[in-house]
C-alpha cells in the first residue's frame, strides 16, 4: 500500500507545492508526540515499581468508580478545541481575512508538543485558506473579463453580418443611383458622396457605440475629428498579440499580425485591402485568442480544485494520526472548522467551471458538449507498452548492426589504409549528420525521462498540447529506430563496396538516405508523429526569422540546441556540397574543400546559430525591455568571433592567430560558464543555504550539482584540441572531430535539464501553473 505522503508528492500540483499543507512537517510534529507518549525505561529495581506495588486493595474500587462517573456526566460532544478570530486586512479595508488559531482546553500529557502541533497546524491551515482565495480572486476575475471579451466578440459578429445584408439588399439601388449622378455632373460634394460619407460615418458610430457598451478603450473619444474627405477619424486599439498558439503548443504565428489594429486601418481606410474595415479573418483572430483564454480558465480552476481535495484529505489523514497517537478524539472539532474554512465552503470554482462550460458550448462547440469537452479536458496520452518494445527491439538491432559495422571497417581497412581517405572526406559526413542527430534525440528523450520523474512540468514550460506533446518512450523510439537505419545503411554501404559493386552506385546510399528523411520530416500524413514534425518546423521558421517573431520559451531552447550542433551544420555544407557536385560519380573530394566558396560558407555557417540567437535576444529585449537580455547578446557575439578565428587559425597556423584564439576563446569561454551557471542554472549563489548553490533544488543529493559543474566546465574548454591537435593521420582526425562533437551534444543534453529546471523552480516560486493567454480587446481601465 502507497503511503499517503507519497501519494500526495505524487499529484499535486508542482508549480503550487509550496502553497500545499506541509503533510511531512505535521507528520514528524506527530512522531515526537508518539516519543514523548513512550514510558521512560525501567530501573534497576523492578520490584519496588511494580504496577501493584503500594497500591491500596481498594483502588480497582476506585477506578471502577470514576470511570463510571466519567460516563455518566460527561457530554457526548467533543468539546471545541479552537477559536476563529477575523481582523481586517492592512491592504484592503473591506477585505475581511479569517485567521484560525487554536487554544487547548483539555489538558494532554503532551501539552508542550501537542501545543506545537496545532500552532502548525493553523499555519497551515490560514497558507492554504489564504492561497485558495487569492487564486479563486484570480480566476473570478479572469471569468468576468473573458465574458466582457465575449460580448465584444458577439457585437462585432452581429455587426459584421447586418452590415453584409445590408450590402446586398442596397447594392443595386446604389448602383442605379451612382449612374444617375454620373449622368447629371455632380461634383467632389455632390449628394452621391455625401450620403456615401453619411453612411460610413453612421456604420462607424454603429461599431462606436457597441464597442463603448463592452468597455473598449478610446482614445481622444471625446473629441471626434474628421479627415479632409470628411471621414470620421479615430484611435482605437483592438490588440492582436504576437502569439496565437494553436493546438500543438508552438504557435501558429505570422508577421501580418505583429503589429496591432489600428483604428485607422478600421475606419479611416474602410476600403483598403478590398474588404470590410471590420474582417472575418480579423474576427477570427479574437475568437481563437478568446477560445484558448477559457481553456487557460477552465484548467485553471480544475487545478485549485485539485488543490482544495487534496488538502481537505492531507487535514483529514493527518488528524485522525493524531487522534490515534494521542488517544483523543480531537479531530473532530477541528474538522468541522476545516471543512467551514474558505478552501472548502467556497462554491465559486465549482460554479464557475459549470458556466465555462455552458459558455464555450454555446460559442465555440455549437452546442456539442461532447465536441467542448475535448477542448476543456483533453485525453492525456497513455503509456504504450509496444512502444516500449519497439525501443527495446531496435536497441539491440542497432548494437547489433554497430559490432558488424566494426568488424567490416576494420577488415576493410577503411580507418587505417590510406586508399581508403575518399570514405572519410565524403560518405563519412554524411553518416555523422545522422549520427549526431540521433544522439541529440536520444540526450532529449533522456531529458524528458529525468524531468518526468523530478516532476518538472515542462509542458507547461513549452507550451506543448499534452495530447499531442512528445513522452520520453517516444523520444527514445524516434532515436533507436534513426540511429538503426543509419547503421543498417552503412552496413550495406560497406557490404556493397566489398562485393564489388560500382562506386557511383554504392555512394548514392547517403544521399538516398537523406531523402528519405526530409521526406518523412514534411509528410503531410497523421503519421509518424506529425504534430512534433510540424511544431519542430515551424520553430527552425520562427528561428531562422527571429527578428519578426515573438520569441517564445521553446524558441531560444532550440536555437541554443543548434549552437552546439554546428559540426552537424558543417557536414551539411559537405554533404549538399558532395552530391551537388556529384562527388559520388567522380571521387574528388577536393572539388569541395579547395573551392573558394565552400570555403567562405564555412564562416557562415559556424556564424549563423550565434547570429540567430543574438537577435532572438535583441527581440526579447525590445518586447520585455530588459537589458539582461543584451547582456546576453553579448555572450553569442564574442562566440561567434571566437569561431570565426578559429576557423581562420585552421586555416593560417601563425603566431598571431594563435594569439587570437587563446585571446577570444578564453574571454567566450569565461563568458559562458557565467551565464551557464548563473543566469541559466541558477547557480552559485554564495549566500545559499546550499553552499554554492541555490536554495531550492529538485535533485536531493546536492553532490550532482557540483559533479555536474565540473562537467560542463571541463566539456566548455573542448576548444583547447584544436591548438594542441591531438591528430596523427587524417582518419583519426576525422574520427577526434566527430567525439569532440558528440561530447558537445552530451554537454547540451546535460545543460538542459538544469536550465528547464531553473525556469521551473522560478514558476513555483511566482506559483505560475496557467498560463496568461492574452486577450484582443483593450479594457477602459488599461494603463497602455
Sequence with gaps: MVKFSKELEAQLIPEWKEAFVNYCLLKKQIKKIKISR??????????????????????????LARTFSDKLFSSSETPEILEVRRRKSSENGDDVEEIYQTELVQLF??????????????????????????????????GENLKKQLDILAELKQILSDRKKRNLSGSNSHRSFNSSARNSDFSAGSPGELSETQSETSR?????????????????????????????????????????????????????????????????????????????????????????????????????????????????????????????????SYLKVVKRSQFTSSDKVVRLMDEVESIFTKHFANSDRKKAMKFLRPHQQKDSHMVTFFVGLFTGCFVSLFSIYIILAHLSGIFTSG???????????V??????????????????????????????????????????????????TFMTAVVGAMVIHLILRAAGFSANQVDTIPGVLLLIFICVLICPFDAFYRPT????????????????????????????????????????????????????????????????????????????????????CIRRWWDESNTDHLVNMGKYVSAMVAAGVRITYARESTNLWLTSVLVSSV?????????????????????????????????????????????????????????????????QSHLLDFLLASLEVIRRGHWNFYRVENEHLNNVGHFRAVKTVPLPFRDMDSDD
Excluded at 475606419?267 to 477560445?291: L, Y
Excluded at 554554492?692 to 584540441?721: G, P
Design 38 to 63: 513512550k514510558p521512560k525505561p525501567a530501573s534497576l529495581y523492578p520490584i519496588a515499581h511494580h504496577p501493584y506495588c503500594g497500591l491500596s486493595l481498594f483502588q480497582p474500587v476506585r477506578n
Design 109 to 142: 500529557s503532551e501539552e508542550d508538543e501537542v501545543k506545537v502541533f496545532f500552532a502548525r497546524l493553523d499555519e497551515e491551515l490560514n497558507k492554504v485558506n489564504q492561497f485558495h482565495k487569492s487564486k479563486e480572486t484570480e480566476f473570478v476575475g479572469r
Design 431 to 480: 553518416f555523422s549528420v545522422f549520427a549526431l542527430l540521433s544522439l541529440h534525440m536520444f540526450m532529449y528523450g533522456c531529458n524528458l525521462f529525468m524531468w518526468k520523474s523530478t516532476r518538472i512540468n515542462y509542458t507547461f514550460i513549452f507550451e506543448f498540447s499534452p495530447t499531442t506533446a512528445l513522452r520520453y518512450r517516444d523520444a527514445f523510439l524516434m532515436g533507436t
Design 204 to 332: 462607424t458610430d454603429e461599431i462606436i457605440e457597441a464597442l463603448e457598451r463592452n468597455g473598449v478603450n478610446f482614445i481622444n473619444s471625446a473629441t471626434r475629428t474628421k479627415t479632409k474627405g470628411g471621414k470620421p477619424k479615430m484611435s482605437l486599439r483592438v490588440d492582436i498579440p504576437d502569439a496565437v498558439a494553436g493546438a500543438d503548443g508552438g504557435g501558429a504565428r505570422s508577421i501580418a499580425t505583429a503589429t496591432s489594429v489600428l483604428w485607422e486601418e478600421l475606419v479611416n481606410n474602410p476600403r483598403s485591402g478590398g474588404g470590410d474595415f471590420i474582417t472575418r479573418k480579423k474576427i477570427q483572430c479574437a475568437e481563437k485568442m478568446i477560445r484558448k483564454a477559457f481553456v487557460e480558465l477552465y484548467r485553471g480552476l480544475g487545478l485549485l480544485k485539485t488543490y482544495s481535495s487534496l488538502n481537505m484529505i492531507a487535514f483529514t489523514k493527518i488528524l485522525k494520526k493524531f487522534d490515534k497517537v494521542s488517544g483523543q478524539q480531537a479531530s473532530s
Design 533 to 616: 514534425r510540424f511544431c519542430f518546423i515551424r520553430i527552425l521558421r520562427n528561428i531562422v526569422c527571429s527578428p519578426f517573431y515573438k520569441v517564445l520559451m521553446v524558441d531560444f531552447f532550440m536555437a541554443d540546441q543548434l549552437t552546439s550542433q554546428i559540426p552537424l551544420l558543417r557536414h551539411l555544407e559537405s554533404t549538399a556540397c558532395y552530391f551537388m557536385a556529384q562527388s559520388f560519380r567522380t571521387h574528388e573530394y577536393n572539388t569541395c574543400k579547395n573551392g573558394r566558396i565552400y570555403r567562405e560558407l564555412a564562416y557562415l555557417i559556424s556564424f549563423s546559430p550565434f547570429f540567430w540567437r543574438a537577435m532572438q
Design 419 to 429: 586508399a581508403q581517405v575518399s570514405y572519410m572526406e565524403t560518405v563519412y559526413p
Design 667 to 731: 574571454v567566450a569561454t569565461l563568458y559562458q560558464l557565467y551565464w551557464d551557471f548563473v543566469k541559466d542554472w541558477g547557480l552559485l549563489n554564495p549566500k545559499s543555504k546550499n553552499p554554492w548553490l541555490r536554495d531550492d533544488l529538485v535533485l536531493k543529493n546536492k553532490n550532482f550539482y557540483y559533479f555536474s559543474i565540473a562537467v560542463n566546465l571541463v566539456l566548455r574548454v573542448a576548444w583547447i584540441e584544436t591548438i594542441v591537435r591531438f591528430r596523427v593521420n587524417h582518419v
